[in-house]
């Protein structure tokens, strides 16, 4: 990043390229802090992150490497349906790396569009519970009295209702309410939201009690004598020393907000079959688990597996490499 | 509570009470829809109906007309426009009421009324009238050669029952009705309704009064039915034991069945063919991005779907070979098809996009498809490949798949722009198929007709059939129709679909019944 305070005079002239060759880069520092060198040293970490990387690039990238369009439908041949993986197609000569569903769908490029869908709602999910759950435990750690006892009872109200039902009541509600020609666009926004809602008593809980020790402190008082706003005080200065807890628990959701994802999807409350998450995907699959075609559910199953043990191992590894105590 | 045990309690006594009890626990994809035998004209809503209620003629499991409820029929001598029915003596409802001439009038007035969905069978009919206990007389508006088969699933209800409950109205299903009789039964036939619990569970038990113990196997002493909708956990419930009798073990999973030991699947092409409908008379339809106008209306964009269906791609891959492509409305059993009307269309997707051009539409137009996922064999997955299809004309389809009963209220409410139906015919004729789904919409024909199609001339043809005694004109006239059935591309056909039921070896039956109409009263288990 270059200095903000840097302002060129002509625009013109050649901003210096390397900066970083003057002076010690951020990414030198960030490399040789704590956390890298404890990142370096775990090879289950390494691993996570290189599986998680490579799926996030595919997902990215889905419409440039994927060999076909699966949802296009003027590309779709039906004569492909059903080809076993590592062969070629008996009628059309085509060939697909993981095989084709009934459709004749390549599984392969079925699967990276999938994973953008589950990515995107997991990471959306995420970040929605996130700002919900921070703000609330913020006001109920910070305000106290009934505000507190307000917010925290309606999050223990709700931890008392597993997720998934709370997902599966909001989807319900959503899908009465959106008229029926909307629904396959809206799904997806229901489906963030509804998972959204279901995750952020999490946040609120953990935000609450680090805001409870920080309130007292005496940076904290100062800014109060300062005049500094409630808000400012929250968000400026109580927020930053609260963060850590909640990336451990931001990482750990986001492996279940894509987990909560598939169950719904598989459900048939999710993701529709025209824009197929991963679960959706394993729903289809499911249907041909006795008449030999494994591969329809194999593929879309065993990503979803390893998405979700390698987000959830980085997450482990982050509360160890974030607790002082463990070190 | 106390009415569960009470149930509960009666089942044991009942099942204690029988030599052999044998229980058959029978599943397929959907449920019946009503237990208001007039208030649905649907194949799985009539096969549940077939145990607890009876017609006066029944179509066996062979497809051979049976005496059910009457014993004989015949043309009264005196007069060429009635029938008379000798109705059987002795045989009582379920609560013990007798069954008399008084039920036969009342049932067949019920359903001729407004909200009934089985009076296209009866719009010949002037007059039902009792000559005394056990004798009915049927007047028509003219000679009707083929009226009994009309009869095979009309069911008689008793009229003191329905009474006393407060239904002698037919549900009114498309508005969203339910009655007492949609969730209670009260028949004369072979099993007696024990509980139900909606797409859950219903359970029958064997009607020990019944008239025809003795004459049929009556081996099923009850049986368990359970809608199971997902393809690979009926699949499972057959395997595992979990049930006996499945009447839709899924086309990729035959093989899987048959190597079962103890598992058998019969084959047999059913009575029934998958098409699909389109609103070609609206000026504007809804469901489209066109503005102001109908694509469908046009017969060049009905052509070129047609054209871009690929059968033959949807039997292999589909259907895995499980049914047989079709280029007309009604299946080879139906006196009025010919090879000729039934041959396909042209599968030329040049000449189809050449077409869509012409039509004013060479850079398509969206549109969406309401579909069944638990009615017919592979119902969404033909849709998909479908969708697929007329992408490569430039239709960009959307696909609504939903349960059948949400579905078919879309098309009897004529809401639908575009939709998969299926038609099984139970009488053999093209005037069936006419009368629901070609005939303009009035009060006793056209009900099923979503196609927004309406020509007084066809109408006035179609009604000239009931009444026409000379077969070779009668025979002229539904090739007609027929011919302007097609010249129209008023629907898509699709194939004629193949029946798999699949059973534990113990549970044999006279045939697979062409109707997809199992009556457990004629099961034999060893």
């Not at chain 2, 062979?62 to 002795?90: C, H, I, K, M």
Request: hydrophobic letters at 45%.
């Amino acid at each position: 990043m270059t200095d903000p305070t840097h302002i060129p005079a002509d625009p013109h002239e050649e901003t210096p390229l390397a900066p970083s060759a003057h002076r010690p880069s951020r990414w030198r520092a960030v490399w040789d802090g704590d956390l890298a060198w404890s990142f370096r040293r775990s090879p289950v970490a390494l691993v996570a992150a290189l599986v998680v990387l490579v799926m996030v690039l595919g997902a990215a990238l889905a419409p440039l490497i994927a060999p076909y369009t699966p949802f296009d439908p003027a590309s779709l041949n039906l004569f492909n349906g059903i080809t076993p993986p590592f062969t070629a197609n008996e009628f059309t000569g085509d060939y697909f790396l993981f095989g084709t569903d009934d459709q004749g769908r390549d599984v392969l490029s079925t699967i990276l569009y999938g994973l953008r869908i589950s990515l995107f709602v997991g990471v959306m999910a995420v970040l929605f519970a996130m700002l919900l759950g921070i703000t609330l435990g913020l006001l109920a750690g910070y305000a106290g009295g009934w505000t507190d006892t307000v917010i925290m009872r309606v999050a223990d109200v709700q931890l008392t209702f597993p997720s998934i039902l709370v997902a599966l009541l909001i989807f319900g509600v959503a899908r009465g309410i959106v008229p029926i020609e909307h629904r396959a666009d809206m799904a997806i926004w229901v489906l963030i939201l509804a998972i959204g809602l279901s995750d952020w008593v999490q946040f609120a809980r953990v935000v609450r009690g680090a805001t409870l020790v920080q309130k007292d402190r005496e940076y904290v008082q100062a800014a109060r004598l300062i005049g500094r706003s409630n808000g400012a005080i929250m968000f400026r200065h109580i927020l930053p020393n609260v963060l850590s807890p909640v990336l451990v628990i931001a990482t750990i959701s986001l492996a279940l907000a894509i987990i909560a994802e598939a169950t719904l999807s598989f459900l048939g409350v999710g993701a529709p079959p025209t824009q197929p998450s991963l679960g959706t995907l394993i729903r289809i699959g499911q249907d041909f688990l006795f008449s030999g075609e494994w591969w329809i559910l194999f593929f879309p199953a065993m990503t979803l597996l390893a998405l979700a043990l390698s987000v959830n191992l980085l997450g482990d590894w982050l509360r160890d490499a974030l607790n002082p105590r463990l070190r | 509570m106390t009415r569960m045990i009470g149930l509960g309690a009666a089942a044991l006594m009942a099942s204690t009470s029988l030599a052999s009890a044998e229980t058959v626990r029978w599943a397929r994809a959907g449920d019946s829809l009503t237990l208001d035998p007039h208030a649905q004209n649907e194949g799985p809503t009539h096969t549940l109906a077939h145990q607890i209620y009876e017609p006066l003629i029944l179509r066996d499991m062979t497809g051979e007309l049976q005496p059910a409820l009457a014993t004989d029929w015949a043309v009264s001598e005196e007069d060429p426009n009635v029938w008379v029915f000798n109705l059987r003596d002795g045989v009582t409802f379920h609560d013990g009421s007798e069954f008399t001439a008084e039920d036969v009038v009342f049932s067949f007035e019920r359903a001729q009324s407004e909200t009934s969905a089985m009076k296209e069978l009866l719009n010949s009919i002037v007059e039902v009238r009792a000559v005394d206990d056990h004798t009915v007389e049927f007047v028509t508006d003219g000679p009707n050669p083929i009226l009994p088969a009309n009869f095979t699933n009309l069911f008689v209800m008793d009229k003191g029952w329905t009474e006393e409950n407060g239904v002698t109205a037919v549900q009114d299903i498309a508005a969203g009705e339910t009655t007492y009789a949609a969730t209670h039964a009260n028949g004369t036939g072979p099993y007696v309704l024990e509980s139900r619990e909606p797409d859950v569970r219903t359970v029958l038990t064997q009607n020990e009064d019944y008239w025809g113990q003795g004459e049929f196997p009556l081996d099923v002493t009850r049986i368990e039915y359970t809608p199971i909708q997902n393809a690979a956990t009926r699949v499972a419930a057959l395997l595992s034991g979990e049930v006996d009798f499945i009447q839709d073990v899924p086309t990729q999973d035959i093989a899987r069945v048959e190597g079962t030991e103890g598992l058998t699947v019969k084959t047999a092409p059913q009575n029934r063919v998958i098409f699909f409908g389109m609103n070609s008379g609206a000026e504007d339809i809804e469901g489209d991005d066109v503005d102001g106008a109908n694509p469908l209306a046009d017969p060049r964009v009905r052509q070129a779907m047609n054209m871009a269906i690929n059968r033959d791609a949807i039997r292999q891959v589909v259907m895995r070979g499980q049914s047989e492509p079709a280029g007309m409305i009604a299946p080879p059993f139906v006196n009025g098809w010919t090879e000729a009307l039934d041959a396909l269309p042209e599968g030329d997707l040049d000449q189809a996009r050449a077409l869509m051009d012409e039509a004013g539409y060479g850079d398509g137009f969206s549109i969406q498809l309401d579909c069944p996922n638990d009615r017919y064999v592979n119902d969404e997955a033909i849709c998909q490949a479908v969708v697929g299809m007329l992408g490569q004309i430039g239709v960009n389809v959307n696909l609504n798949a939903q349960s059948k009963a949400q579905h078919f209220p879309l098309i009897q409410n004529k809401t639908t722009d575009f939709f998969m139906l299926g038609w099984g015919v139970p009488t053999y004729d093209s005037e069936y198929v006419f009368n629901f789904l070609v005939h303009t919409p009035t009060d006793d024909r056209g009900s099923w007709n979503a196609t927004g199609y309406s020509n007084p001339e066809v109408d006035a043809m179609i009604e000239s059939l009931a009444s026409e005694t000379d077969l070779d004109v009668r025979s002229q006239t539904v090739a007609d129709i027929w011919d302007t059935v097609q010249d129209e591309t008023l629907y898509l056909p699709v194939h004629n679909q193949v029946l798999n039921w699949g059973e534990t070896d113990s549970i044999d039956y006279p045939s697979v019944d062409p109707d997809d109409q199992p009556m457990f009263k004629y099961f034999t288990i060893d």
